[in-house]
């Protein structure tokens, strides 16, 4: 199967089609036991630093500027490392990132998607 990314939101439930699911969110989100949350790994460091999510503070205003910095953010050596990490983890399925944020158009996984299909790209992966 090709690779390709998708994102969730955490309560929605798993599917036989999400593939590898990564969680991309440092904090655990609410309302979710450990028993019933699903995913195959936890990769808070691909997740916004902890000063950008909170001046983002989920504000569709400040979309363009999160976008902007977060994806400088992901052009790191160690998130781009980790980025390889998952796709190799994947073994060609389709990676899930699973992210708590209630507003699925203006969150970090939306961004990270962008980021990981560039990679794919460059390195010609799936």
């Not at 590898?20 to 609410?30: H, I, K």
């Not at 060609?92 to 944020?101: D, K, N, P, Y």
């Amino acid at each position: 199967m090709k690779s390709s990314i998708q994102i969730k939101r955490a309560y929605e439930a798993p599917s036989d089609t999400d593939g590898l699911r990564v969680f991309v969110d440092r904090l655990w989100p609410r309302g979710l036991s450990k028993d019933t949350f699903h995913y195959d790994l936890w990769c808070k460091d691909l997740a916004p630093s902890s000063a950008l999510r909170t001046w983002f503070g989920h504000k569709p205003e400040r979309w363009d500027g999160f976008r902007r910095d977060y994806a400088v953010e992901l052009k790191d050596e160690q998130a781009q490392a980790r980025i390889g990490e998952v796709f190799a983890a994947a073994q060609g399925r389709r990676v899930t990132l699973v992210f708590g944020a209630k507003d699925t158009e203006h969150n970090q996984a939306v961004v990270l998607a962008d980021v990981m299909n560039d990679y794919a790209k460059r390195h010609r992966i799936g």
